[in-house]
């Protein structure tokens, strides 16, 4: 089946539950094939005939379903980050005038329950991340990582898929995106921009916790130091650095799975405690 932006969820877990072996593609990839199959009909019928065609043609992977705790993880990081746009575009309208009368009494009550209920998914989160099990594990670990803190440790844990079904970790942060897309034709060099088919949820929370790590992570320093004396953009360097902090995550998380010594990316004597 294709993604669907969540209506797929729960056939998908039905399906899953019974025994079956669940594939959610990508539907840009679909598109594509279709596109390339020379169909130019866009009904059910031939969005289910291309669907049933490209999965006989093309590598599948199969769906593995997460447990409720990491699926509750998400629903609460997607709650926030929505809760916090609202609360931008809230204060954003605020500032240009609406500030008097029964409509300025409103937006402050309307601004003060969005950060009441931030503040409460917030618990909620650090709640889950507190409670005995894989999660607190995986929590403990990334925070661990200088320059990641609970939210984005709890996105990376909601989002990303589960390291060991990846043997490298330029498999598992292609999941992100974070790779760049050559643009070259004989002679010609195109701008090299960063791919953007992967989780973008994940993108933009390392984008934000990336200039953090900068500043406190000896090994980030050093790349972006490295970086802009090569002379590459500071949006190169930006995307470079998230990349390479989601490597060092991927090592700690394939790590504490096989119950190796934890790396962070740092020296040895630089390493942090273990939790």
């Known amino acids: 089946m294709e993604s669907t932006g969540g209506y797929e969820r729960e056939l998908a877990m039905y399906l899953a539950s019974k025994g079956a072996s669940v594939c ?17 009909n866009k009904t059910d019928r031939a969005d289910a005939r291309a669907i049933a065609f490209y999965a006989l043609q093309m590598p599948l992977n199969v769906w593995v379903p997460r447990d409720e705790v990491r699926d509750e993880l998400r629903d609460l990081t997607h709650r926030r980050k929505q809760l916090n746009e609202d609360l931008n ?11 008097k009368g029964l409509v300025g009494k409103q937006m402050e009550e309307e ?15 650090k709640r889950l991340s507190e409670e005995p099990g894989d999660v607190q594990a995986q929590m403990q670990a990334l925070t661990g990582i200088p320059g990641i803190a609970r939210l984005t440790a709890a996105t990376i844990i909601a989002e990303m898929p589960d390291p060991a079904r990846f043997d490298s970790a330029e498999a598992w942060t292609a999941q992100a995106g974070m790779f760049p897309c050559r643009q070259e034709s004989g002679q010609w060099r195109g701008q090299t921009r960063m791919c953007k088919a992967g989780n973008k949820r994940v993108r933009k929370a390392l984008f934000m916790c990336t200039t953090q790590a900068k500043k406190v992570h000896p090994g980030i320093q050093a790349m972006a130091e490295r ?44 390493i942090p405690a273990q939790p």
């Open 24 to 40: 959610i593609e990508n539907p840009a990839r679909i598109k594509d094939f279709s596109r390339a199959l020379g169909s130019k």
């Open 89 to 99: 575009r809230l204060r954003n309208r605020t500032e240009h005038g609406f500030k």
């Open 111 to 125: 601004e003060q329950t969005k950060l009441r209920h931030i503040k409460e998914v917030d618990e909620e989160i």
């Open 227 to 270: 970086l802009e004396a090569a002379g590459k953009k500071p949006i190169q360097i930006r995307v470079a650095c998230m990349r390479k902090l989601l490597v060092i995550c991927y090592g700690v998380l394939k790590a504490l799975r096989e119950g190796k010594p934890i790396f962070y990316g740092l020296k040895p004597e630089k």
